[in-house]
């Protein structure tokens, strides 16, 4: 059982001397982010374990203060709510991996672009993050061989749906619409032989 509390009490102050003298601070509501995480060994070669958890991120100096040069205060922080699941387990001289999670972001901060062209920052709705990543790895395998002594390999992979919610840009609705820059699937391989009992070869795809 692994448990922890954090508290964020995020604050800013800022001045401004051009075009016009001004003097302000930004304080925030304060946020509890518990995070809670059980494990269980049903057997030496099989684990299970089971997450959740908030999470919070505070506005950076870029989003504040954006490229128009207005100080950006009615921003709020980025949080959601992250629930996992998961299993491992060892089969023979493989060990698998699986993980799925859910996670849903509130207050998501945005881009945007006024008349000029500059870019100022928005809370904007937020998005919808579930997915399932794996992990297939192998022990190094040894041989009894005048070339080739040994041999491993790692797989990884995910399948993601991450979506946005109640997301509008002026008149367009995008809620629903995929977040755009991320793969729906994904693998990752690696492999080692080693032979000549000094040489290894490495394959990454």
């Given at each position: 059982?692994?448990a ?47 997450k ?14 954006s ?71 192998s ?44 793969s ?22």
């Amino acid at each position: 059982l692994d448990a922890s509390l954090s508290l964020n009490t995020m604050q800013y102050q800022w001045e401004s001397f051009f075009s016009n003298s001004e003097l302000g601070e930004k304080k925030f509501k304060h946020q509890w982010l518990p995070n809670l995480a059980v494990t269980y060994k049903i057997n030496p070669s099989f684990t299970v374990r089971a997450k959740v958890e908030k999470s919070s991120s505070s506005q950076k100096k870029e989003e504040v203060r954006s490229y128009n040069l207005a100080i950006q205060n009615q921003l709020l922080s980025e949080y959601g709510w992250n629930k996992e699941l998961g299993i491992r387990k060892r089969v023979g001289s493989v060990f698998l991996e699986l993980t799925a999670f859910d996670f849903n972001l509130k207050d998501a901060i945005v881009k945007r672009q006024d008349h000029n062209g500059n870019d100022y920052f928005i809370n904007a709705g937020g998005t919808s993050q579930t997915g399932l990543e794996f992990t297939i790895e192998s022990k190094k395998y040894r041989f009894i061989n005048s070339y080739f002594d040994s041999f491993n390999f790692l797989i990884t992979g995910n399948v993601y749906d991450f979506k946005y919610n109640d997301y509008s840009v002026d008149a367009n609705n995008y809620s629903g619409n995929r977040l755009p820059g991320i793969s729906n699937f994904s693998t990752q391989v690696f492999l080692n032989v080693g032979f000549l009992k000094r040489f290894n070869i490495n394959y990454t795809n």
